[in-house]
């Protein structure tokens, strides 16, 4: 009996590094990524059509903005990815340069009794009162102000944000204390901040799974993630007055006003966009990478797929409600990748 | 003891061995509905695809999780080979030549210590030690805690098996004038080789369903392994990421992937309990 | 057993450097453990350093000011514990009683194996089990009810999620209670049959053996395995991941969601993305090794004075 289990786990293990060795033998080359998880259903769909095409392999960890700033600058990935950018003394002092890769809205869902997808409205001081911990059940007067034609049910919200360094959060706080000066000064906006309430969800995933999960939640997700799994968003009233759904169109008008050429190193924060159809709570995705690259090979395998993606992904972005780069801003990119990015003292793009 | 009737006294027994009987069946009860879950939500999962193709993206379907399988496979076996020859020599040293020094009563009090140490603090311990410094994610760090915390698991049973044989036999191979060390390999390896083996796999079950370690060290992937210094899949991390989602599919394989693991677990487990007992019913 | 053996010439120059090679296996324990202390201590300075030992009694988290406080995940890891010793030492010392006094050899031997095979299942089995599974049947039928009856005491206030204090804690009494249940077996099996006898011999019944002999016997014994089932429970990290909530509060009510120390490192260690973040980090990590030394070292200490007493 034993001699069969050590000549079979012998056996494995041969098995095992023979697979290795071929395995390893397979062209392709693996660029390493992590950070935010607001694009990663994208990303995702990106990297397996690149893979299909040209063999190489993205291996994107959706770690949180916060985990791809930690990870970049650890520099145990190729590039770390972030909704929250960087401000132009952090990037300076830490050698990365960052570039915007594609926009999209956050929007707040909910998982209550008796309410359907897209029939309930909130307004920005609303949000930020249920965010705050003083608005607790979904029967509250405030919440009945907005919805008149809506039968709320007699239920204890509960809040679901995010537990980890988010980028989202980042775009998401910067609405609240946009909208709310209460919000402002009581937890202000960051990629982490000292929640008042809420349970903590690892990742849009880990939010949008709570509220799928919780009855009686609210929680906020990039727009994707309430596509693809079909949850119950909300109507939000935007700048200009109007309640207005989260949808490309309204993303895109928000996203209209970015003012790109003027934002130093692409710094720029999209909420509470004025227009009649713009989506309040609206932001972009940014790629980091060093201005010296210390695999030549490796930067110009980088470079080629984000080229591509802005080339070649905006069918597969509209097709998930985010907003792809303008043309122009495009070209800003291109530029900045010429002038700045040096592997050994070669620029490496084109 | 009380003087009560006897009748009482008789009953409260009663009630106790109820209760027992009772509290034991709770235990058991878990147990069962633990493993019935796993196996009902899991078996669904476990198509063609599962064990042939590499994960998709959300959105599209047909995925599966062979990187995840070879990744946990690869990484086990790589912590077996680190940690198994550093714990029986360790256990050789306890059993056979530190009986009644301090410094074996030290060592194995911090055997048995380092037994209960949480696997996520060894996670953390060789993130700092081996992915700062390489500056990647690697199977190797994986391994590497995963042998950590199968050492000190490996060094006690070996000490205990090699305690349990019989000195008798020890004495007979010295005086046919061989050399202690030759004793030990070939005469009371030989003899305890049953309780060795079942130590070894008990601990290799153990570390195979270990997921803190993994998130600081071997993270996970999407593709295929294809070299020891990169994140690699595992089927472990896969479980936490796809069950923390919202996408049904994504649950769906976590499912499958956790009646894998916890069916290899607790064969292992069952087959080396049975052998094991076999083996010295027959002595 | 150190068997001296006489030095032929050539037959025996392999065994100076066969017990070198198998010392310095076994130095690599102490080592280990050292090497741990050390890297903890090294990576914890920042922190120590801004923090000190208020680190332990501060209740912020706050990542955007930079203040870090233990407190919240002590609190976590302490409740969620305390409601799993609760719940296994008394089942796992009845289940132990049930095994060795009361229950034919065969019976004993399949619940025996029965239980333990609980401590073979992995924690993040536990962990799905839990949050897709128990943590409904807690939120729809057993959190209303004790908010039902219960609910004057602030324990039981608050919206039944199902995810919280009281299922992490329940799930964690799952996980030691093999730990507890095979050790206090053990511990009663060392009793001295020949007291036992005498006390039957005049006329006790299995209960009043069982108290006035076994357990007054074992004490230490019990004592030791608590101990260790303590240990265990405050590190376990997978299953209290997924069900305890995720949010650094102190609060009152078992309903409500929270952290443990390991939680809080599972949750946030990769994300950490500034130096003080990770160092606050890895001092939490620091005090949850030092927390699990302790309750090691007192298991050790109570499980060998009861194998002195009995034997």
Redesign the interface.
């Known amino acids: 009996?034993?001699r069969t289990?050590?000549n079979s786990s012998i056996a494995?293990?041969l098995i095992?590094l023979l697979?290795?060795a071929n395995?390893?033998a397979?062209s392709g080359m693996?660029i390493?990524g992590a950070g935010a998880t607001f694009p990663y259903?994208l990303y995702?769909?990106w990297?397996?059509k690149y893979n299909q095409i040209t063999g190489m392999?993205l291996?994107?960890?959706?770690i949180g903005s916060g985990g791809g700033i930690q990870q970049i600058k650890?520099?145990?990935v190729d590039f770390g990815a972030s909704d929250a950018p960087l401000k132009s003394a952090e990037m300076s002092e830490s050698g990365l340069i960052q570039f915007p890769m594609v926009m999209g809205g956050v929007v707040p869902v909910i998982n209550a009794k008796g309410i359907a997808a897209g029939q309930l409205k909130l307004d920005g001081t609303t949000l930020a009162n249920i965010y705050l911990g003083k608005i607790t059940r979904w029967d509250d007067a405030a919440i009945k102000a907005l919805n008149a034609d809506v039968s709320l049910p007699d239920q204890a919200i509960a809040v679901v944000r995010r537990s980890d360094g988010s980028g989202t959060t980042w775009i998401f706080t910067h609405y609240l204390a946009a909208v709310s000066p209460e919000w402002k000064e009581k937890v202000g906006a960051d990629k982490a901040v000292s929640w008042p309430v809420g349970n903590g969800?690892?990742?849009n995933?880990?939010v949008?799974?709570y509220v799928?999960q919780l009855p009686g939640s609210i929680g906020y997700v990039e727009y994707a993630?309430a596509l693809?799994?079909k949850?119950n968003y909300v109507l939000l009233k935007n700048r200009d007055g109007h309640f207005v759904a989260p949808t490309k169109e309204t993303f895109t008008a928000a996203a209209a006003n970015a003012d790109w050429a003027n934002a130093p190193g692409y710094y720029l924060v999209l909420v509470d966009q004025p227009g009649q159809e713009s989506w309040p709570i609206t932001g972009a995705t940014f790629v980091l990478l060093y201005k010296e690259q210390a695999n030549a090979e490796i930067a110009k395998t980088m470079l080629g797929f984000f080229d591509w993606c802005y080339s070649h992904g905006d069918e597969m972005a509209v097709g998930?409600d985010y907003v792809p780069m303008p043309d122009n801003v495009v070209k800003m990119v291109q530029a900045t990748w010429k002038n700045k990015i040096r592997a050994n003292g070669k620029a490496i793009y084109p | 003891?009380e003087l009560n009737s006897l009748k009482k006294?008789?009953r409260?027994?009663l009630g106790?061995?109820i209760?027992?009987?009772v509290?034991?069946l709770?235990?058991?009860a878990?147990?069962l509905?633990?493993l019935f879950?796993?196996l009902q939500?899991g078996a669904g999962a476990l198509n063609w695809n599962f064990f042939t193709r590499l994960p998709?993206?959300?959105?599209?379907a047909g995925g599966g999780l062979a990187n995840a399988i070879?990744g946990t496979?690869?990484i086990t076996?790589l912590a077996a080979?680190l940690g198994t020859?550093?714990?029986i020599?360790?256990g050789?040293?306890?059993a056979?030549?530190?009986?009644?020094t301090k410094i074996?009563t030290?060592?194995r009090?911090?055997?048995?210590?380092?037994i209960?140490?949480?696997?996520?603090?060894?996670g953390?311990?060789v993130?700092?030690?081996i992915?700062?410094p390489s500056?990647?994610?690697s199977a190797y760090a994986g391994a590497a805690s995963l042998a950590?915390i199968m050492?000190?698991v490996v060094?006690r049973t070996t000490e205990d098996m090699l305690s349990m044989v019989p000195?008798s036999l020890?004495?007979a191979g010295?005086s046919l004038?061989a050399?202690?060390?030759?004793v030990?390999l070939q005469i009371v390896f030989r003899a305890a080789?049953?309780g060795l083996?079942t130590g070894i796999?008990l601990a290799v079950?153990?570390v195979s369903?270990?997921?803190?370690p993994l998130?600081?060290t071997a993270?996970?992937?999407?593709?295929?392994?294809?070299?020891?210094n990169?994140?690699i899949a595992n089927l472990?991390v896969t479980?936490?990421?796809y069950?923390?989602?919202?996408?049904?599919d994504w649950?769906s394989q976590?499912?499958g992937a956790?009646l894998l693991?916890?069916g290899a677990?607790?064969i292992l487990?069952?087959a080396t309990?049975l052998?094991f007992r076999?083996?010295s019913r027959a002595k | 057993?150190?068997?001296h053996?006489r030095r032929?010439p050539g037959?025996?120059?392999?065994?100076p450097?066969?017990?070198w090679?198998?010392?310095s296996?076994?130095?690599?324990?102490?080592a280990?453990?050292a090497?741990?202390l050390v890297?903890?201590l090294l990576?914890s300075r920042l922190a120590i350093a801004k923090f000190g030992l208020g680190f332990l009694v501060s209740d912020a988290w706050n990542p955007v000011t930079g203040d870090f406080g233990a407190l919240s995940s002590i609190f976590g890891t302490a409740v969620s514990t305390l409601i799993a010793l609760l719940i296994a030492v008394p089942?796992g010392l009845?289940?132990a009683?049930?095994?060795v006094e009361?229950?034919p050899p065969k019976l004993s031997a399949l619940?025996g194996?029965?239980?333990e095979?609980?401590a073979?299942?992995?924690?993040?089995?536990?962990?799905?089990?839990g949050?897709?599974?128990f943590a409904p049947f807690m939120a729809n039928h057993v959190q209303p009810l004790l908010g039902k009856y219960l609910g004057f005491l602030p324990l039981f206030q608050g919206p039944p999620l199902g995810i919280g204090m009281l299922t992490a804690g329940i799930i964690l009494s799952?996980m030691i209670?093999p730990y507890i249940?095979s050790v206090t077996r053990d511990v009663f099996n060392m009793v001295p049959p020949v007291v036992k006898e005498a006390a039957y011999g005049?006329g006790?019944?299995?209960?009043?053996v069982?108290r006035?002999v076994t357990l007054r016997y074992s004490l230490s014994g019990i004592v030791g395995a608590g101990f260790?089932g303590l240990?265990?429970a405050?590190?376990?990290?997978?299953a209290v991941t997924?069900v305890i909530g995720n949010n650094h509060q102190i609060a009152s009510s078992l309903f409500a969601s929270g952290n443990s120390i390991?939680s809080t490192?599972?949750n946030e260690?990769?994300e950490a993305s500034d130096p003080l973040y990770l160092s606050s980090l890895?001092n939490l990590?620091l005090v949850?090794?030092l927390m699990?030394?302790l309750?090691?070292?007192a298991?050790?200490f109570w499980l060998w004075r009861i194998t002195k007493k009995m034997a």
Not at chain 2, 179 to 182: A, G, V
Not at chain 2, 209 to 212: D, S
Not at chain 2, 219 to 228: A, E, G, I
Not at chain 3, 204 to 208: P, S, V
């Open positions: 009996m034993f289990i050590i494995a293990g095992m697979a290795g395995i390893a397979d693996t390493n259903p995702s769909q990297a397996y392999k291996n994107y960890q959706s650890a520099k145990t969800g690892k990742g995933e880990g949008a799974a799928q993630y693809q799994n949850m998930l | 003891m006294r008789r409260f027994n106790i061995q209760l027992s009987a509290s034991a709770i235990g058991l878990a147990l509905w633990i879950i796993v939500r998709t993206p959300p959105g599209i070879v496979l690869f076996i080979i020859p550093l714990g020599m360790a050789v040293y306890l056979e030549y530190g009986k009644g074996a030290i060592i009090s911090m055997t048995n210590i380092l209960g140490i949480p696997s996520i603090i060894v953390v311990f993130y700092a030690l992915v700062l500056k990647t994610f950590i050492l000190p060094v000195n020890r004495e010295l004038g050399p202690n060390w030759r030990i080789r049953g083996l796999l079950a153990r369903g270990e997921t803190a998130l600081f993270l996970n992937s999407t593709y295929m392994m294809h070299s020891l990169e994140p472990t479980i936490f990421n069950a923390m989602s919202p996408y049904a649950k976590a499912w956790s693991i916890m677990i607790l487990n069952i309990r052998a076999e083996r | 057993m150190n068997l053996v032929r037959a025996s120059k392999g065994d450097l066969f017990k090679i198998a010392l296996c076994a130095l690599v324990i102490p280990l453990m090497g741990i890297v903890l990576d089942l009845i289940i009683l049930f095994l009361l229950a619940f194996s029965a239980i095979l609980l073979a299942i992995p924690s993040i089995i536990y962990g799905m089990w949050l897709f599974v799952l209670l249940s005049v006790a019944t299995n209960w009043e069982t006035g260790l240990g265990r405050v590190g376990e990290t997978m997924f390991a490192l599972a260690f990769t890895i990590g949850l090794f699990t030394l309750f090691q070292v298991a050790q």
